[in-house]
């Protein structure tokens, strides 16, 4: 699973942080950085981060493999 | 007529952000013919801004940053292969594997890559990069890794200035030259680029503004550099951050409006030809475009901006599949954001488009603070530092060209801000760095021109 923000939209309210601290940091004040390589064991936080976002700006699914050729 | 539209054969150029934005769009909407996407690269589509962030740091795989797909746009890949031409009355793309797809309708988004160092034989001494692609950012974060005894940057734009962020955040040694007064001035203007030098020195960067590299030394290795003052840099890693070029070259035959300014299109994505007639079957999105915004006076706009990129992908793939009157315009306004050396900057609108600036919340001592760019009495940008909640309220000012300078809309706004300074936009043509927003056609009082490789 990936997981991409729009930092455009992203407004650092940090629920996000709260809810998946290993996969999501505030560096300073309110710049996020995140793993974009989602570890199975926080699937379900960062879920739960992607639906409490405030402005809706978190993404999570699956990269493109399948039909590669 | 719409039903066909959502049949027949579309090929995509340019695998990355735009690409598979519009390509999942283009099923969401109900296209149901083949989609073929075809890109250079060897990686499905992966995000390019951690690359000099979270990568470089050490903190992530430069190929962890996959991007995840809104939804399967089933189309079939052709990655690793380059596209070479384009014959437009046959309506097919040639490939470089010599084979050729034909298409009912193209999207063209195929991007920019990084702008290399002059000097082929300097450019190839080991311990110089670029950085554009994963493949970049793995060899560079590698390099980082082993410890440089110090890393020099040509170039105070974004990317530059990031990279020599990461290089402070991990203890090493920064030197970063910079053809034009301050860092980042050529997107932000003189004030903003002030407290970005100041950002910089405090992090401990030597910054060098000013100067030009004259040339890369190094037998095999790269050993230093000269600079345009006679002053010599000793460093093992070189990073050249000069901005972007786009890729535009194969179309050289192709008879659309490519040039290195980018593909020049209409507000629905649509590709100009060179005579300037519109064409109806080939779209452009992202990085590769240069479009008119009503906002900008209709000038033709150059984002090098993630979030064009999605929004436009949006559009171009609406209007591939949709009739005449049910097209949609790109008006989106851009925005941006950039984190380095701790501070979140955050740009709304086009802050290159304005002749005077205002500080409306926070300062430049707090660090904390709201910018507001004019152009003759209107709002047409804002950039905050550590703000970002504010930026939705500038927003709405630009979109409704409300006066400049702004009414008072926030409870810290200090009495000092309200003398309009002027917004020193340089031309960019004295930049080490490209500027990341280029207006491609002119405004009447001053000369905007795209940054020229610099030595
Ligand atoms: C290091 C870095 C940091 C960034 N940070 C930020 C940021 O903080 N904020 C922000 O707003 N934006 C940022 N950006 C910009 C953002 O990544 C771009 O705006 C975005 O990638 C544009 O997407 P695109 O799909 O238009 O073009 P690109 O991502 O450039 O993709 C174009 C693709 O087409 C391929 N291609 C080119 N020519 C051909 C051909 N002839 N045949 C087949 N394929 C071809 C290319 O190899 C590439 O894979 C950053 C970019 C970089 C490199
Ligand atoms: S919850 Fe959303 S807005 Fe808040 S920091 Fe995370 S991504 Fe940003």
Known sequence: MRVVVDLTRCQGYAQCVFLAPDVFQLHGEEALLYDPAVPEDQYERVRQAAAACPVQAILVGEEVSAGVR | MSGDLKEGRIVVVGASLAGLRAAEALREKGFTGSLTVVGDEPHPPYDRPPLSKHVLLGNASAYSTGLPMRR?????????VRATGLDPVGKRVLLGDGSSLPFDRLLIATGTRARPWPVPEEAALDGVFTLRTSDDAARLAERLSAGPRRVLVIGAGFTGSEIASVCRERGLEVTVTERGPAPLVGALGGTLSKLAAAMQRAHGVDLRCGVTVTSLRGNGRFTGADLSDGTRVDADVCVVAMGAV????????????????????????????MYGIVTDDVFVAGDVSRFPHPLYEYQLLSLEHWRNAVDQAEVAAHNMISPGPLRRPHLSVPTFWSSQF???IKSVGVPTFSDEVVIAQGSLEARRLVMVYGYRGRVTAAVTVNMAKSLDYYERLIESAAPFPPPPGAADRRAAAEVPLPSDVPDPSRLSHGPTVALTGYLP???????????
Do not use: H, M, Q
Request: glycine share 12%; net charge negative.
């Open chain 2, 342 to 344: 701790g501070y979140n």
């Open chain 2, 246 to 273: 786009r890729n535009v070259e194969w179309l050289a035959d192709s008879g659309l409006a490519a040039d290195p300014r980018g593909i020049a299109c209409d507000a629905g994505c649509r590709a100009f030809d």
């Open chain 2, 445 to 455: 009082d001053r000369r905007l021109v795209l940054a020229k490789p610099t030595g």
């Open chain 2, 72 to 80: 399967d746009p089933e189309a079939e890949w052709r990655l690793g």
